[in-house]
């Protein structure tokens, strides 16, 4: 019988739900954490699991396990862990995170205000604002994003033929934007929007296999989620939309990755400059500000550096147990 006892700091970013494991989390073996991602998957799945799924989380669970970094030069290393795996990057995650980290005093940055964080996905640079003991915003720098594929399609039941373009903003999303058969996210449910997206998923991944592979690391590959848009609740925004994840998610943030992708997507087709502000709505309006910081290539590939700014809210201490004489150790799904 073994009983493993986790210590987790709770938050959401906008809305978002992230737990970060402050105490109990393995040691992992790896130059950089995409090697280190690739060993926990190998032998600490269970983690991820029992922290995620229920009974201790739910379907919209994600979070984070942080490590010292590879390279001096930065301040630490972050795993993200999520219903849906581990991702090689999440916006989110790092948002909230990060306001964890500093409120909770996890990560004492070498220079106040700023960090350096190696993701599975690569270095995002970080900016904060702290006010007394709070963390009032958060800024991320993001991985290179850019627009894999426009105008690709796959049929729905009940919509029809689906058209889409593939972007990468640290995972590859399938943008639907309003058409024919789909008005906006505005005119549908929650429930609806999985049910279509558990459905166009798998048909994209099936029409398109070893097609949307990071051209830098082969570990980041196939489209991971869609991102469907529609019309904004706040007539300021510049943008709503509906990021479906795991087997049953809508996140409630805007998404940091899912914004980034977006904003590659509208950068490389003219619909957005440089130093324009993008703000994002989630599907229940809280708001992201996206930014295009500049224009620069992934090999061949036209790409943009994307940035986000955020905010997290601390809510809760968890001692987690996972005791491997409960059936659901390893969590569930219904
Ligand atoms: O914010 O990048 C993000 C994210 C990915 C999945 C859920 N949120």
């Avoid at 940055?109 to 964080?117: D, M, S, T, W």
């Avoid at 601390?314 to 147990?321: A, E, H, K, R, S």
Wanted: hydrophobic share 35%; aromatic share 10%.
């Amino acid at each position: 019988m073994a009983k493993k006892t986790f210590f987790c700091v709770d938050a959401h970013t906008c809305g978002n739900p992230v737990r970060v494991v402050a105490g109990g989390g393995p040691t992992l073996v790896g130059r950089n954490m995409s090697e280190k991602r690739q060993h926990f998957l190998r032998e600490f799945d269970w983690i991820r699991k029992g922290l995620m799924f229920e009974p201790r989380g739910h379907d919209m669970m994600s979070g984070s396990i942080l490590f010292p970094p590879h390279d001096p030069q930065n301040d630490v290393a972050i795993l993200f862990i999520e219903t849906s795996g581990c991702l090689p990057m999440c916006g989110h995650g790092t948002i909230g995170t990060v306001t964890i980290a500093i409120e909770e005093g996890l990560v004492s940055p070498k220079v106040p205000g700023r960090i350096r964080l190696e993701t599975p996905a690569g270095l995002v640079e970080i900016e904060y604002k702290q006010t007394g003991k709070k963390v009032e915003w958060v800024r991320l720098v993001n991985v290179k994003s850019y627009l894999a594929a426009e105008n690709l399609s796959v049929e729905c039941p009940e919509l029809g033929e689906v058209f889409f373009d593939v972007a990468y903003g640290g995972n590859y999303y399938a943008i639907v934007d309003p058409q024919a058969n789909f008005s906006g996210v505005h005119d549908f449910t929650a429930s609806k929007i999985i049910q279509f997206s558990q459905v166009v998923r798998d048909r994209i991944n099936a029409k398109y296999p070893n097609t949307f592979v990071h051209p830098e690391n082969e570990t980041i590959r196939d489209v991971s989620h869609m991102l469907w848009t529609g019309d904004t609740l706040d007539p300021s925004s510049s943008g709503r939309n509906a990021v479906f994840y795991g087997d049953k998610a809508i996140d409630r943030s805007p998404c940091g990755t899912g914004t980034s992708a977006r904003m590659a997507q509208l950068y490389t087709k003219g619909k957005l400059k440089i130093g324009e502000r993008y703000i994002h709505e989630s599907f229940i309006g809280s708001k992201f500000i996206g930014q295009v910081q500049k224009e620069t290539t992934l090999q061949d590939k036209k790409a943009i550096i994307p940035s986000i700014q955020g905010w997290a809210q601390v809510t809760g201490y968890n001692y987690l147990i996972i005791d491997d004489d409960d059936p659901y150790a390893h969590g569930f799904q219904v």
